[in-house]
């Protein structure tokens, strides 16, 4: 089972961006899929975006599209996110998951789980 550290998190101010890392070990990377979700205050915890085994298909909830760019570098067991024009809705605690197998985006799949980290938007 694949062990994942979060990176990357902090204080910005709206319409910033900050990019987000996770680590993996312990595990055959290229063997999950990988998913950023997020849990704010409050709230329940909910998906971000999700990245297949190779990279080549990619998932967003709909309020991050075109502003969140989820990626993987498999040779150095690496997923990033990248998140720009960040509003303050957007603050919450990040985290990763892997979910063994080609493909998800469902919650459910996701296995493994890092310890989250906080991204704070500011207005």
């Known amino acids: 089972q694949l062990q994942l550290v979060e990176s990357g998190g902090g204080l910005v101010q709206a319409g910033g961006s900050l990019k987000l890392s996770c680590a993996a070990s312990?595990?055959?990377?290229?063997?999950?899929?990988m998913g950023w979700f997020r849990q704010a205050p409050g709230k329940e915890r909910e998906f971000v975006a999700a990245?297949?085994?190779?990279?080549?298909?990619?998932y967003y909830r709909d309020s991050v599209k075109g502003r969140f760019t989820i990626s993987r570098d498999n040779t150095k067991n690496t997923m990033f996110l990248q998140m720009d024009t960040l509003k303050p809705e957007d603050t919450a605690v990040y985290y990763c998951?892997?979910?063994?197998?080609?493909?998800?985006?469902?919650?459910?799949?996701?296995?493994?789980w890092g310890q989250g980290t906080q991204v704070t938007v500011t207005s």
């Open positions: 312990e595990g055959t990377f290229s063997s999950y899929a």
């Open positions: 990245i297949s085994w190779t990279g080549s298909t990619t």
């Open positions: 998951a892997a979910a063994l197998g080609p493909d998800s985006n469902y919650e459910g799949d996701f296995g493994s």
